[in-house]
């Protein structure tokens, strides 16, 4: 059993900065490809950045690129999202996620329990 948990939201203003976390039990299988996705409230789950298990390629969704940084860990199992200049459009529940490499939600198997980040204006 894979649990990730997410850690790092909270309440910003626009154009400051946050640093979210995810932390991978100690189970999890290293070469897992991670990935943050995030839900706004009344929108369906989105992509945000994906990374692979030797965290040698990334992939950010166009909303996000030059803004958000993915990065792994030395230990493997653990991912973090750098988050830059944010803009009250990136409020949303962000949740990590572990799987195969995509896009989309299907792609990605380990799901934690998600992390609010709320950006004022």
């Known amino acids: 059993q894979v649990q990730l948990v997410e850690s790092g939201g909270g309440l910003v203003q626009a154009g400051d900065s946050l640093r979210l976390s995810c932390a991978a039990s100690?189970?999890?299988?290293?070469?897992?490809?991670m990935g943050w996705f995030r839900q706004a409230p009344g929108k369906e789950r989105e992509f945000v950045a994906a990374?692979?298990?030797?965290?040698?390629?990334?992939n950010y969704a166009d909303s996000v690129k030059g803004r958000f940084t993915i990065s792994r860990g030395n230990a493997q199992n653990t991912v973090s999202l750098q988050m830059n200049s944010l803009k009250p459009e990136d409020t949303a529940v962000y949740y990590c996620?572990?799987?195969?490499?995509?896009?989309?939600?299907?792609?990605?198997?380990?799901w934690g329990q998600g992390t609010q980040v709320t950006v004022s204006s």
């Open positions: 996620a572990a799987g195969d490499w995509g896009t989309t939600q299907y792609s990605y198997h380990y």
């Open positions: 100690a189970r999890t299988r290293s070469t897992y490809n």
């Open positions: 990374i692979t298990w030797r965290g040698d390629t990334t």
